[in-house]
């Protein structure tokens, strides 16, 4: 970490290897690039589910806020959701149709 490098910083927090640090950074930065003005409505819903990810992950460090399989099966879902908008360049929630490349 540089010394002019903000140590609540998501890079800092990811650089310094603890988990928990790392995540609380993330939800940090992701609530407020959520609230920020001019977030557009498809930026919103992305970075609401990332948000919800991150929270699960440190509920689930903590060992507490466990939910039912119902919460487990959407949390599960809503990761592949976002891994495979992330890997196919379409936002989630995108629907293609025929002829989109």
Do not use: N
């Amino acid at each position: 970490m540089t010394t002019d490098e903000d140590p609540r910083s998501v890079a800092a927090a990811a650089a310094s290897g603890d988990r928990r640090r790392a995540l609380e950074a993330l939800r940090d930065d992701l609530a407020h690039r959520l609230d920020a003005e001019g977030t557009t409505d498809r930026d919103a819903a992305a970075l609401a589910t990332q948000l919800r990810l991150v929270l699960s992950d440190l509920a689930a460090l903590r060992g507490g806020e466990t939910g039912d399989s119902v919460d487990d099966l959407a949390a599960r879902r809503a990761r592949r959701r976002a891994e495979t908008a992330a890997a196919s360049g379409s936002t989630v929630g995108e629907q293609r149709g025929p002829g989109d490349d």
